[in-house]
């Protein structure tokens, strides 16, 4: 079945026997492993406990506590609710939560950091429950915000909307991410090329990835029973970066602002559903 008679296909419900027949190829061609509705079940508790935590830090978030007391939070809601955070030992990753203040891109450590008023954090949690895999992050204002914070803060939120209406079926991968180039470029920010969004559910990270950037028509159609996040990575400045000798910490090279915005999406047989949905 090729993309053109896949696409039409896709323009009506997709019966049970396509599903089974497009979620073969799917699986063969790119290593995508689409959910079946008990799937989406499961991922979609994991996904009410994600937002759940996020909440939770979000209330106690101000001027005064450190990146660490993050982590703390994030472990104990973690605890109390039987699941675990996907983030400890990933890839040897030291704490349960990424926590990117400022000039940090992603990746950012908790430690032992002041957040100070006017700071910027992104917060971005990851519990597995029952095996299941969902991925979510909101940039808070710590205290009260600067202009530039409440610029880059209100960009990458709107580059996350915008990228989401895209994720329709029968629509394709760079359609989401022209949607968010266009978007942060045409407000003078830039989007961070090295890291995208990506296949969740059964495990961390699963194909495909999904840029935040692209062109329209381009790349793999979205198909039922896709998840997979979208979380724009934009600079207020250029879109450069390092990672410091931490091996984790992502910064711009220029030393501007970035924020991000992250959710777990389903492809539905209508359009999208939001699994962590915020806002
Ligand atoms: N949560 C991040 C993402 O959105 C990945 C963090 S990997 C870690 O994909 F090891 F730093 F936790
Ligand atoms: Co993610
Ligand atoms: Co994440």
Redesign the pocket.
Known sequence: MNYKKLKRKLKKAVSPYDFQMIKAQYATQYNIRLKEKEDTAGIKKTAELALDILNHVEERIKPGITTNDINTMVEEVTRENNARS??LD??G?PKSV?TSVNTVI??GIPDETILKDGDIVNV?V?PVLNGYYA?V?KTFFVGTPGKDAQKIVAVARECLRRGVRQAIPGNRIGDIGCAIQRYAEGQGCSVVRE?VG?GVGFD??EPPQVPHFGKKNQGLTLVPGMVF?I?PMINLGKHNLHVLPDH?TVVTDDGSLSAQF?QTILVTDEGFEILTPYD
Request: aromatic residues 24%; charged residues 20%; glycine residues 0%.
């Open positions: 996907a983030p990933y890839h990753f990424c992603c990746h971005d990851t991925d992050s890291y990506h961390f990270h996040t979380e984790w992250e």
